[in-house]
């Protein structure tokens, strides 16, 4: 079941619950003119959680700018106080490389694949 979805010609950006997980996917390029769209999907995820895992899922993402990953660590420290985790899954591609450049592998929660973020231990 979608619970939201929003797109611009660079973007798509739906919101799911999964296996106990609200899950945002993110498809195409996160950068400055569109980073409200995940944004505004990432807070609603956050605020349907409660406790469970928020997984973002960037498999479709082929650009991931800067603003994106402090978005992912401003919700990373968010989800620290609330208590509900943050998993990120970004395989072996563009938003990986990125997030290991800006040594966010070491803050935040990654996954190489959905179903090893659905499956991970709270």
Known sequence: MTDGE??????????????GAV?????????????????????????????????????GVGFFASIGMALLVEHQRLGEVRGTPLRVVAPARSPLR?????????VLD?????????GAPS
């Open 98 to 106: 990125a997030l290991r450049a800006a040594r966010l592998d070491q």
């Open 23 to 59: 899950v945002v996917e993110v498809r195409g390029e996160v950068d400055g003119t569109n980073i409200t769209l995940v944004r505004d999907e990432l807070t609603a995820a956050f605020r349907e959680a409660g406790s469970g895992p928020v997984v973002i899922d960037l498999t």
């Open 6 to 19: 929003h797109r611009d010609e660079q973007l798509r950006v739906r919101r799911e619950h999964r296996d």
């Open 110 to 118: 990654l996954y190489p694949d959905l179903t090893a973020a659905l």
